[in-house]
């Protein structure tokens, strides 16, 4: 771990000790996952009682699953999402973490709820800041001795964004959203109430860490790569599996002998299945097969959290999926 990051662990380690919750706001990139991931394992090793929940959007489970695999192939979890999962005992009996999507969290509440987790840890935690929403709402209900939010944008729009993700993290600490609004949101946002923005900064200090790239550019290497999987949704999936049976018959029914004369062929047919997982609306058939794409979803989420304080270059091999990013964009 890099510096900053112990510091990271040690500060999650001291709110643990004093019986607070946090909001860990590190900017995108500088590692929150290792941390949270770092966090778990102390938690083990101290002999903390009771699983822990990660609960995160969809496009985010594989990297979970992947970082927990390389890190910290000592802790036993389980994912709980699609339409095989399994509720029961066995679930937060046999492991130290159950991994679940706020979709999945929401239809799954009644099973969840029922659970006195140990750590529950929200990650992408702007995805509750709507303090009326079903998500926020079943996110209240759980049952933790310790919560912990994650994201890399605690404030996406206005001073209002912080209400929920803070009433997660520390309930009890701001009184009620309207409470909340009146007393800081609108006096900063509406009036620039320098001395409101203070004391909310104030009371907020504490329970919220954020670094930024500028702050520890001095420990990152000089290009940080991440790889996000983005699993798509049940009609994309379903174009993409008719073509891909498509083309197992087609190279089914071909000989070793012409094989190398289909060469074409076959480079057209891995040419359309990239272009699927990148969206069915870049097929050049006659038919339309809809433009559901799990990555422009997930690009455009990356760029709304990335947009205020970074530049972007953009880059696809497909010159037509760009034309989809843009008028996206536009």
């Avoid at 969206?279 to 097969?289: I, M, R």
């Amino acid at each position: 771990m890099r510096p900053y990051q112990i510091e990271g662990l040690n500060w999650l380690n001291f709110l643990d000790e004093m019986g607070f919750g946090g909001v860990l706001a590190d900017d995108m990139g500088l590692g929150k996952t290792i941390q949270i991931i770092a966090f778990l394992l102390l938690q083990k090793e101290k002999g903390q009682q009771g699983v822990n929940l990660v609960v995160l959007p969809t496009s985010l489970l594989f990297n979970w699953q992947r970082e927990l695999q390389r890190f910290a192939p000592s802790l036993k979890f389980s994912v709980l999402h699609g339409n095989n999962r399994q509720l029961t005992s066995e679930l937060y009996e046999q492991n130290d973490l159950i991994i679940t999507t706020y979709g999945t969290l929401i239809s799954d509440l009644e099973f969840l709820r029922k659970i006195h987790f140990n750590l529950v840890i929200l990650d992408e935690s702007q995805a509750i800041k709507n303090p009326t929403s079903k998500r926020y709402k079943s996110i209240k209900l759980l049952s933790a001795r310790m919560r912990v939010a994650l994201t890399g944008t605690p404030i996406e729009n206005n001073t209002f964004d912080l209400y929920a993700q803070m009433s997660f993290a520390m309930p009890g600490l701001f009184g009620n959203a309207k409470r909340f609004a009146d007393e800081f949101a609108i006096p900063i946002d509406k009036f620039q109430d320098s001395n409101r923005a203070k004391e909310l900064q104030n009371k907020i200090h504490p329970f919220i860490l954020r670094r930024t790239k500028d702050q520890v550019a001095k420990e990152l290497p000089p290009k940080t790569e991440m790889i996000i999987y983005c699993e798509m949704d049940v009609e994309q999936q379903r174009v993409y599996d008719l073509y891909k049976l498509e083309f197992q018959k087609y190279l089914a029914g071909i000989s070793d002998d012409e094989m190398a004369s289909s060469s074409l062929h076959v480079l057209q047919g891995l040419t359309k299945l990239r272009q699927i997982c990148n969206s069915p609306a870049l097929l050049a058939d006659n038919e339309y097969y809809g433009a559901n794409s799990a990555k422009l979803d997930e690009l455009m989420n990356q760029i709304e959290q990335l947009k205020d304080n970074h530049k972007l270059v953009i880059f696809s091999q497909f010159v037509s999926m760009l034309d989809i990013i843009a008028a996206k964009l536009q």
